[in-house]
């Protein structure tokens, strides 16, 4: 069974750092993109970015939105996908997902972990 | 970017009706469409992969199409448990967008 479960969620001051986990299970880790996408409170998800799979050398795209800010990393021995988030903002408030990527469809995520970004 | 234009925002509908909720992308996707349901409190599931195949496990009253730029979710006979917010993601190229929902409420 595919699970993905993220970790490292919390409240944060504006300007802080945060560190996101997220630990893959039942799938052969190496072989998948994995994204990151985040859903504000009562808004539409929003697809942060994506780190490609070991065919594909394991490359990085990011969403304009978060680019230079937030860094999407993977530790191949472990299975685990991470999400730095650096000089966070109010805006970046929301449930914050992973989920496997391609060969195929966005088709297992993770339950979420919550960050708020509040003084 | 691609833009996901979706409708409509919100529907009521009876049992016995057919639900269709689109998404118009600003440019060709070449099928890299796909559609989510969420419960409150939950992450998306994935219903419809590529348009229009189905995902594992999802009931045969949800169907997919296209035409043209235009992608449609069809449930047939919803139930009750069909309630909930509903997505299109376009993965065809980067960034990744989603349709801004529509939120289905069954009679």
């Known amino acids: 069974e595919v699970k993905l479960l993220e970790s490292g969620g919390g409240l944060v001051q504006p300007g802080g750092s945060l560190r996101l986990s997220c630990a893959a299970s039942?799938?052969?880790?190496?072989?998948?993109?994995m994204s990151w996408i985040r859903q504000p409170p009562g808004k539409a998800p929003e697809w942060l970015g994506v780190i490609r799979n070991k065919a594909n050398g394991y490359t990085t795209e990011y969403n304009p939105s978060v680019k230079g800010r937030f860094t999407i990393s993977r530790d191949n021995t472990q299975n685990i996908l991470y999400l730095q988030m650096n000089t966070l903002r109010a805006e970046d408030t929301a449930i914050y997902y992973c989920?496997?990527?391609?060969?195929?469809?966005?088709?297992?995520w993770g339950q979420g972990a919550s960050v708020t970004v509040s003084s | 970017d691609i833009q996901m234009t979706q409708s409509p925002a919100s529907l009521s509908a009876s049992l016995e009706e057919i639900v269709t909720i689109t998404c118009k992308a600003s440019?060709?996707?070449?099928?890299?469409l796909s559609w989510y349901q969420q419960k409150p409190g939950k992450s998306p599931q994935l219903l419809i992969y590529d348009a229009t195949s189905l995902a594992d496990g999802v009931p045969s009253r949800f169907s997919g199409s296209r035409s043209g730029t235009q992608y449609s979710l069809k449930i047939s006979r919803p139930q009750v448990d069909d309630s909930g917010i509903y997505y299109c993601?376009?993965?065809?190229?980067?960034?990744?967008?989603f349709g801004a929902g529509t939120k289905l409420e069954l009679k």
């Open positions: 440019q060709g996707i070449d099928d890299y």
């Open positions: 993601l376009q993965s065809y190229s980067t960034p990744y967008t």
């Open positions: 989920a496997r990527d391609y060969p195929g469809p966005m088709d297992a």
């Open positions: 039942g799938f052969t880790f190496t072989d998948f993109y």
